[in-house]
């Protein structure tokens, strides 16, 4: 029987997918050293998830979900090893009532949340891309006043909810031992690629050494003016789409690869001193809240308020607003998205005269 479980909840934009990918590779190893990561649906729990907090009819496409939570509790209560982990980042947006029956699914079996954190200078740029790639529109300038603001804006709520370390943690550590609760800092730019996934397994009471971590990367971001490009697509063409319409045109179309490879641009996006300040300023208190917690911390809190030198942009990658990009910027973007998709275009095979 199953004598400890790890749940991994999040945060977005902290390294989750390439975790998740790294654990599904693994799978047979992990199982052969006594650690189970059930397959359920993906690479991740996603589906269990929405499951969990009853989004059936908005997740998912219309594809039966249903049940998948109880099916990842089964297999966890019913595997043979010691350990199991389970991981997405979506349950970091369940509500106090959500994460309470979650955490009493597991029985006897002892339960630790493990929290992935990243600094919030570099969480507030890619948050803000990872939105337009689901359809969203709001303007980079106007995101990150909402966000230093603490505005009741969607967007905004969504943020806090999940990147305010301390707050996320309230909600899942309900019942739990300090000890039980592990923040894994997420490396600041430069360190070893492997560095993150060296940490998240020491949770776990492995060496990541022994394990094939060379994931592709994967949901990487894009430039200025390609996330700029994505924005106003949204603006013109997006907001007309269902979700499922959305994700057959954008995501599975390949166009997100596209922007992300074909657009030269290579700028990052940048924050001005004012937001940087307020951002800095937040993940220091968050830090100092975490301190008083004892909860298990594997790296440092000091990666989540860096100094000057790990601020954006990093050397190499001027940064920008997407307000600066020009309208021949745009023009160029688009045209190297079209000769890009029509050099993925499959040839049709020549009819006989």
């Known amino acids: 029987m199953t004598e400890r479980f790890y749940l991994h909840i999040g945060a977005p934009k ?62 966890v209560r019913e595997w043979h090893g010691t350990r199991a982990v389970m991981s997405s980042e979506l349950f970091v947006y369940a509500s106090p009532d959500e994460c309470a029956r979650a955490l009493s699914a597991f029985g006897d079996i002892e339960v630790h949340i493990i929290y992935t954190a990243r600094d919030l200078v570099r969480q507030a740029p890619a948050v ?21 603001s603490k505005s009741k804006t969607p967007m905004a709520k969504g943020f806090w909810k999940a990147q305010d370390a301390s707050t996320a943690l309230r909600r899942w550590s309900q019942g739990l031992p300090p000890d039980h609760v592990h923040v ?6 430069g360190s070893a690629p492997t560095l993150l996934w060296d940490r998240f397994v020491g949770v776990l009471g492995l060496e990541g050494r022994e394990y094939d971590a060379d994931v592709p990367a994967t949901n990487t971001s894009m430039s200025v003016t390609a996330a700029e490009v994505l924005r106003r697509y949204n603006i013109r063409h997006g907001k007309a789409l269902t979700p499922l319409q959305y994700r057959r045109r954008v995501v599975s179309s390949g166009l997100l690869e596209v922007l992300g490879e074909g657009v030269t641009d290579t700028s990052k996006l940048a924050l001005s001193p004012t937001h940087e300040g307020v951002l800095i300023a937040r993940g ?20 989540l308020a860096p100094d000057a030198s790990g601020r954006l942009p ?40």
């Open 184 to 189: 894994v800092t997420t490396p600041p730019a």
């Open 128 to 148: 803000w891309q990872e939105r337009i790639k689901n359809q969203y529109t709001l303007e980079y300038d106007d995101f990150l006043a909402d966000l230093v």
């Open 14 to 75: 902290t390294g989750t997918t390439y975790l998740q990918h790294a654990l599904h590779r693994n799978r047979r190893k992990l199982k052969s050293d006594g650690i189970l990561y059930p397959r359920v649906a993906g690479n991740a729990h996603h589906t269990s998830v929405w499951d969990l907090r009853s989004m059936w009819e908005q997740r998912e496409f219309g594809k039966d979900i249903r049940g998948h939570w109880d099916e990842a509790v089964r297999r």
């Open 314 to 353: 990093r050397p190499g990658a001027p940064g920008r607003q997407p307000a600066d990009v020009t309208a021949g910027e745009i023009t160029d973007a688009l045209l190297d998205v079209v000769d890009s998709m029509l050099r993925r275009r499959p040839r049709s095979k020549a009819r006989g005269g």
């Open 284 to 303: 220091k208190a968050v830090a100092n809240e975490l301190r008083k917690c004892g909860y298990d911390i594997v790296g440092s809190l000091d990666e």
